[in-house]
């Protein structure tokens, strides 16, 4: 018989303590920018979840940017499965030569599209489909779905049972992730910070309350902090860049669409002072690393820095 396999998706939590020196708090790392497809991070959790339920002759069907890390972890996932995938995908700009070739590579098929016209595409592609009587299952864009928000609510217990952190900091996008760990802890003395990578705070903490609902946590409060979205998803200027080079000079590889701008929030005097200062604090890493292949940051000062030393 073969041995049992390792858990894949239990949580991988380092320590950093020369992190925690520099920031004046007992710094922890959720590695989940390691999860099984290290180039993918949250949606390996949320989509192992969602696609539990699956059929195995169903085609799945969703949409994202290129460079969307919920629609390369389909692809993934799917081809492990001998599962076919179907994405509607836009262009967000530049840096889509990777993306593309890694969705090649996993054998999805993909339409790209302007924004306009993803709904009505993902509709054609449905039919088209269920017209030659293949059963379709569509999965929300971001897999912003229940059963995401459950994958995060039960890793979030599981840090939180270990650990017991003050305060959890993570990247929050489309919500689920932010609300199954809001579900996790709650009722619990445990905050969850997202910072927000995009939208502003009132959209912002409607999807996380609704995530949290999904998770059983209807009632919860939610901190979502928009002060560090540098010009909005997928852009970035100073302060995300700094972020960013200062994580990958502690050990921690960090992105500017996501992770770099949840560092970011962790970086500020104020932000750090008021609710990191003292406190043990979990940095849940949500991955990010072909974003930042993709974002073609500048090496601006880099090799300067490093003549230094
Ligand atoms: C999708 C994503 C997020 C945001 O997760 P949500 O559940 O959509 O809030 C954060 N970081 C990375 C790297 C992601 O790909």
Redesign the pocket.
């Known amino acids: 018989m073969v041995p049992e396999t390792t858990e894949p998706l239990e949580p991988l939590v380092e320590r950093h303590d020369r992190l925690s020196g520099a920031l004046g708090c007992e710094f922890l790392v959720v590695r989940d920018d390691l999860l099984p497809f290290p180039l993918a ?3 390996v959790r ?1 989509l192992t979840r969602e696609l539990e339920t699956a059929a195995g002759d169903e085609v799945l069907v969703s949409n994202g940017g290129i460079n969307s ?2 629609c390369r972890t389909l692809a993934m996932l799917g081809a492990r499965a001998g599962q076919r995938v179907h994405l509607v995908l836009h262009s967000e700009g530049g840096g889509e030569e990777v993306g593309l070739q890694v969705l090649d590579l996993l054998g999805a098929s993909y339409e790209v599209v302007s924004a306009d016209r993803i709904g009505p595409t993902l509709d054609r592609v449905e039919h088209a489909y269920r017209s030659k009587g293949v059963p379709v299952r569509r999965i929300s864009g ?1 897999c ?1 779905t229940p059963a ?1 928000a459950l994958a995060y609510r039960d890793a979030g217990r599981r840090v939180v049972e270990l650990y017991r952190p003050d305060v959890i900091v993570l ?8 609300g199954g760990l809001v579900a996790a802890t709650h009722g619990s003395p445990t905050r969850v910070f997202g910072v927000s ?1 995009a939208r502003g705070r009132e959209r912002g903490i409607a999807a996380v309350a609704e995530a949290a609902s999904w998770a059983g946590a209807a009632d919860a409060l939610v901190d979502f902090v928009e002060d560090f979205r540098d010009g909005g998803y997928g852009q970035f200027g100073d302060a995300t860049t700094s972020a960013v080079r200062t994580g990958w000079r502690f050990g921690l590889p960090l992105d500017p669409t ?2 770099g701008k949840a560092f970011a929030a962790v970086l500020d005097d104020e932000f750090r002072r008021e609710h990191l200062a003292g406190r043990r604090v979990v940095f849940w890493h ?3 690393l072909m ?1 930042l292949i993709a974002s073609g940051i500048d090496r601006t000062g880099v090799s300067g820095a490093e003549s230094e030393c």
Not at 171 to 178: K, M
């Open positions: 991070g949250n949606k949320k890390n919920h971001g912003h995401g990247a929050s996008g489309t919500g689920a992730t932010q990578v996501y992770t949500t991955g990010g974003n």
